[in-house]
């Protein structure tokens, strides 16, 4: 396994994977700081690819202003030994200079999907997700790119991002997103679980379980503000500071709803423990 930092070592390492066969590749967009549910896109991508190529790039540009750019966990040894161990052929590690040049100047913007949710609660943070994942497409050029259904606004982003721009015509890129994987307490792994104390994951759990309950509820017929309001209830009795969003949406759209219908349903979450913001989202209906 490489590790490279320059556009130009890795257009000659893709190269090498192609071979003259065009063997196919797999692309697993991370920012490091792996856990197991980056490994599962990894395995994922091996099943379906030749070879995978994951990316590990803290991008500034999808961070807010007082937001944990810089706190943001960096461990590029120990992620490499990860990958390495999952047979991953290839890191693409840029720094900040490669991958935004001096006068870059281009901004990559989804409307509809990215504006409720996370986009209202970080201006600009799906611009900088849309616009390096669109670089990360032709920066590697893969087959299929693997992306996480915790992230299920960012999922949206990228594929209207993808649909949009061309880039998922027959016989071009596909995307595939990989069922969210959990704590044994059900909390979604995510990088920024390590900020927590232990009693902060401890009360972390409250977050899955209560929107456990939650669409039970409503699968049982109530409407969702009634079920969503003592979801929050909770997660504030469980100690978390605040809730930034707890919504049923239109698993597709991400159009807000107040109960189900003929579509299937999405219950997003994001809500703050001590200084730490966890998101999380589940199947309605
Ligand atoms: P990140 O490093 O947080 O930007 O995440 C990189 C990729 O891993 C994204 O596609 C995430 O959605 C995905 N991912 C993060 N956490 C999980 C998880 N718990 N289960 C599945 N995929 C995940």
Same mark, same amino acid.
């Given at each position: 396994m490489q590790t490279v930092s320059t556009i130009d070592a890795l257009r000659g390492q893709i190269a090498k994977l192609r071979g003259p066969d065009g063997a196919s590749i797999g692309l697993v967009p991370t920012m490091g700081a792996l856990h197991e549910g980056h490994l599962t896109l990894v395995r994922r991508a091996r099943e379906a690819c030749d070879h995978v190529v994951a990316s590990i790039f803290v991008n500034p540009t999808q961070f807010g202003p007082g937001e944990d750019l810089d706190a943001y966990p960096r461990q590029l040894e120990a992620d490499a030994a990860m990958l390495e161990a999952e047979g991953c052929a290839l890191i693409w590690a840029p720094d900040v200079a490669a991958m935004y040049? $001096?006068?870059?100047a281009s901004n990559i913007s989804v409307s509809g999907v990215s504006e409720g949710f996370c986009g209202a609660d970080r201006p600009g943070h799906f611009d900088g997700v849309a616009t390096v994942v669109c670089k990360l497409f032709h920066q590697v050029l893969p087959d299929i790119a693997f992306f996480g259904e915790k992230d299920w606004q960012q999922l949206a982003v990228i594929r209207a991002m993808a649909r949009d721009l061309d880039?998922? $015509?027959?016989h071009a890129l596909s995307i595939i997103g990989v069922p969210t994987v959990r704590e044994a307490d059900g909390l979604a792994m995510s990088s920024r679980n390590r900020y927590l104390s232990a009693d902060e994951r401890a009360a972390a759990a409250t977050l899955p379980r209560a929107m456990k309950e939650a669409i039970a509820k409503i699968e049982g017929g109530e409407q969702a503000p009634p079920a969503l309001a003592a979801l929050e209830q909770q997660l504030i009795g469980a100690g978390f500071s605040s809730v930034d969003y707890a919504t049923l949406a239109d698993a597709a759209s991400l159009a807000p709803i107040e109960a189900l219908s003929g579509a299937s349903g999405r219950l997003l979450v994001a809500a703050r423990i001590g200084g730490t913001r966890l998101i999380d989202n589940m199947a309605v209906g």
């Amino acid at each position: 396994m490489q590790t490279v930092s320059t556009i130009d070592a890795l257009r000659g390492q893709i190269a090498k994977l192609r071979g003259p066969d065009g063997a196919s590749i797999g692309l697993v967009p991370t920012m490091g700081a792996l856990h197991e549910g980056h490994l599962t896109l990894v395995r994922r991508a091996r099943e379906a690819c030749d070879h995978v190529v994951a990316s590990i790039f803290v991008n500034p540009t999808q961070f807010g202003p007082g937001e944990d750019l810089d706190a943001y966990p960096r461990q590029l040894e120990a992620d490499a030994a990860m990958l390495e161990a999952e047979g991953c052929a290839l890191i693409w590690a840029p720094d900040v200079a490669a991958m935004y040049p $001096q006068g870059f100047a281009s901004n990559i913007s989804v409307s509809g999907v990215s504006e409720g949710f996370c986009g209202a609660d970080r201006p600009g943070h799906f611009d900088g997700v849309a616009t390096v994942v669109c670089k990360l497409f032709h920066q590697v050029l893969p087959d299929i790119a693997f992306f996480g259904e915790k992230d299920w606004q960012q999922l949206a982003v990228i594929r209207a991002m993808a649909r949009d721009l061309d880039l998922t $015509q027959p016989h071009a890129l596909s995307i595939i997103g990989v069922p969210t994987v959990r704590e044994a307490d059900g909390l979604a792994m995510s990088s920024r679980n390590r900020y927590l104390s232990a009693d902060e994951r401890a009360a972390a759990a409250t977050l899955p379980r209560a929107m456990k309950e939650a669409i039970a509820k409503i699968e049982g017929g109530e409407q969702a503000p009634p079920a969503l309001a003592a979801l929050e209830q909770q997660l504030i009795g469980a100690g978390f500071s605040s809730v930034d969003y707890a919504t049923l949406a239109d698993a597709a759209s991400l159009a807000p709803i107040e109960a189900l219908s003929g579509a299937s349903g999405r219950l997003l979450v994001a809500a703050r423990i001590g200084g730490t913001r966890l998101i999380d989202n589940m199947a309605v209906g």
